[in-house]
């Protein structure tokens, strides 16, 4: 395909002569109807993706309405079109709102799926969808007697939790329009609402159910996790910023209710239990996973030596490729959790281990040195807020940016003990030269390594004092 090149801005990129033809088609409505009778079916894709992209609502609605497929996968017609680099996170809540209004709002669409997973809706946005949906449906002049099954993520809260169950209501009762949820988000909600939700999901379809910041005590996880027991299909379950306090449930109730509810779930692989103390409390709420965990957060949990011994011998870390100790005073048991990151050293990609005092004791610094190079897949590292001096934290930097598969670290800095921290310190302190003083260093360091230059490495750096993210993170070809 003829290649032309094309400016937008200050930026030179080359788009196919297919894909200028799209954007000029679906930027006029009538050119956009006229192509819809006469293109090939297999270019539909490429037109709605342009369309999409371009915010393009009324090429949108039309080319939605005349889609000639089974399924429609939004998500697969815009990640397939690589010159686009267009994502789901792009797509604009009026986008949203013309694609569902078209699907349940007229019957030449052919799809009867329409998959919309992956498009972030705040909980005002979905809000506008589900009202959207229910206005096109009053509205829709020819119902057919099959179903279209509409799937998207929910982000329910206390101001749109009568709009979704609404929305459900009115779609149940019908026979044109069946609403599902891949992804639920429920936050701040009682008890009763949450299990109203739960209640809605398929478990075909629930892949994720993230249930933080509901402030669920022990009387109220044990009303609405088995409630969960029947999405069988779930892969990820975030039970984080709750009041949870394990130790306390003497008795285990608590404990048990969480430990049946994972092991009901065959393809349980994602488990957040932030911010809620379950110290020593691990093993007992884990050790009965079907599937092995692939992505564990336990920041901010309290985390004993009982809970790192038990990740370090028994529990099943081989798939294990995002770890986050965040949060936990690690500091007293450095050889357990060297143990953990060599079990997983073969699969994780990310490891978080921010603020876990580990600069309090002196094994620290060796041991993360002699792991480094251990890691096969390890792609984000952030070991900040850890009050490592500079020699020592120039070291672990050093070794792990030789990894061949990194390309993130994050760390906090101590700048210049002289500075007087305040409203001006971005730009007095780190626009300025001092910037340079307290980075030398590892720019220096860093430098110094082997390699092709092929493999770009990003050392994001914070102020150990402020959190001020340091202006530019430097930018290293290893």
């Given at each position: 395909m003829k290649e032309m090149m094309v400016m937008t801005g200050s930026e030179m990129r080359f788009k196919s002569l297919v894909h200028i033809c799209a954007s000029k088609i679906t930027s006029n409505y009538q050119m956009t109807k006229e192509a819809v009778s006469s293109v090939p079916h297999e270019l539909f894709q490429i037109l709605l993706a342009v369309a999409v992209s371009n915010n393009q609502a009324p090429a949108t609605k039309l080319l939605v309405s005349r889609w000639p497929y089974k399924v429609l996968n939004l998500c697969n017609v815009l990640t397939s079109d690589t010159q686009l680099q267009f994502s789901l996170a792009d797509i604009t809540t009026q986008i949203m709102v013309t694609v569902l209004s078209a699907v349940v709002g007229t019957s030449s669409c052919q799809a009867k799926v329409v998959d919309l997973q992956g498009v972030r809706l705040r909980c005002v946005d979905m809000a506008t969808c589900l009202h959207a949906m229910i206005n096109a449906f009053k509205t829709s002049s020819n119902p057919t007697s099959d179903k279209v099954k509409v799937i998207f993520d929910w982000t329910v809260e206390e101001q749109n939790f009568h709009i979704v169950s609404k929305a459900m209501n009115t779609f149940s009762e019908s026979c044109k329009v069946e609403l599902q949820c891949g992804k639920m988000k429920a936050e701040g909600l009682s008890e009763n609402r949450l299990i109203r939700l739960i209640g809605f999901l398929d478990k075909d379809i629930a892949h994720g159910l993230n249930l933080s910041l509901n402030s669920l005590s022990h009387s109220g996880l044990k009303m609405v996790l088995p409630h969960i027991k029947r999405l069988e299909n779930l892969r990820s379950v975030?039970?984080?910023?709750?009041?949870?306090n394990l130790p306390r449930d003497i008795s285990g109730d608590v404990c048990k209710c969480i430990k049946e509810v994972f092991s009901s779930l065959p393809r349980l692989q994602d488990i957040?239990?932030?911010?809620n103390r379950i110290t020593g409390r691990l093993m007992e709420i884990m050790n009965s996973l079907q599937s092995p965990v692939r992505s564990l957060r336990l920041d901010k949990c309290f985390l004993s030596l009982g809970d790192l011994s038990y990740m370090s011998n028994t529990m099943n870390t081989s798939h294990l490729k995002m770890l986050d100790l965040s949060g936990n005073t690690l500091s007293n048991y450095i050889k357990s959790l060297e143990n953990v990151l060599l079990r997983s050293c073969h699969s994780l990609v990310q490891l978080n281990l921010d603020g876990t005092s580990l600069a309090n004791n002196d094994l620290s610094s060796n041991m993360l040195k002699r792991t480094a190079a251990s890691f096969k897949k390890l792609a984000k590292f952030s070991i900040q807020y850890n009050g490592f001096v500079s020699v020592e934290q120039i070291g672990i930097v050093t070794a792990y940016a030789s990894i061949p598969t990194l390309r993130l670290i994050r760390?906090?800095?101590?700048?210049?003990?002289e500075v007087i921290y305040g409203n001006e310190f971005l730009?007095?302190?780190l626009l300025?030269?001092?910037?340079f003083s307290v980075l030398s260093e590892y720019q220096e360091a860093l430098d110094q390594l082997p390699g092709d230059k092929s493999r770009v490495l990003t050392l994001e750096v914070r102020d150990e004092l402020t959190g001020c993210l340091f202006v530019d993170a430097l930018t290293f070809r290893l």
């Open positions: 975030d039970l984080s910023y709750n009041i949870l957040s239990l932030g911010y760390i906090t800095v101590q700048a210049s003990s730009e007095d302190v300025g030269g001092n910037r």
